[in-house]
């Protein structure tokens, strides 16, 4: 399990979501957030719009990397994604567990290979359970998933530890059942923290960063990057982790 023990300082907990469309505006954000903020999550638009050359300006300026593409094909496939991305030297990466056992196996299987070919360290490979934007009944009438989400988000879970993987990506309402099923080496990380009294955004099931502290990381977005000062936002939400 690759968890580093020294992450439990809130600094180590927190990653930034980099949910911009330029790099310009991305190492703009972690020029600003130096010092108070060191890892970043990079989703499918930053990507998309620049590429690897994300990942080489957050690293260049000494941050750890999420990369946060939700790998989901054949395992072939998403082997060979995950190898570029313990090429690309990033921290955590994620694939979708309704991708199945085989897929996730391989995802497991290509970063541990990769990282000792390469001889660079093996980053987190996470599970995508089931998407926040889904309930019940949207997984039953579309997907015909008879079982409640939360019974769906444990049994993938359960699927994914047994493939290989290191953690989930869960909504804040879903960390404890996940901690009591998959216990303490499980890594859960949680995106819809909002700061007390601060705005919700598009965001349906958010928790404060108090109320997510059963998380191993937080991920945070537009309440640091829309803030006009990042760094003093991002420095306030690490103080409620703290507490
Ligand atoms: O700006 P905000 O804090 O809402 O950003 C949250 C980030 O976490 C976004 O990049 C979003 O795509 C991501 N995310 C999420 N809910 C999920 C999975 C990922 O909000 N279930």
Known sequence: MPRAPEDRLPADRLIVALDVD??????????????????????????????????????KRGGEVFLD??????????????REAVRLGVFMFNVHASGGRAMMRAAAHGAREASQTLSLPRPLVLAVTVLTSFDRQALASELRVASSVE????????????????????SP????????????????????????????NDQSRIATPRAAAGAD??????????AADPAKAAAAILEEMRA
């Open 22 to 59: 330029s790099l310009d505006r991305a190492a703009a954000l972690v020029d600003a957030l130096h010092g108070t903020a060191r890892r970043f999550k990079i989703g499918s638009q930053l990507f998309t719009a620049v590429g690897p050359a994300a990942v080489e300006a957050v690293r």
């Open 69 to 82: 593409l939700k790998f989901h094909d054949i395992p072939n496939t998403v082997e060979g994604a995950a």
């Open 151 to 170: 019974g769906h988000v444990l049994h993938l879970c359960g699927l994914a530890q047994e493939a290989g993987l290191d953690g989930n990506v869960a």
């Open 173 to 200: 309402h879903e960390i404890a059942a996940i901690r009591r099923a998959m216990g303490p080496r499980w890594a859960i990380v949680t995106p819809g923290v909002r700061p007390a009294g601060s705005e919700t």
């Open 217 to 226: 990381y937080l991920v945070v977005g537009r309440p640091i990057t829309a």
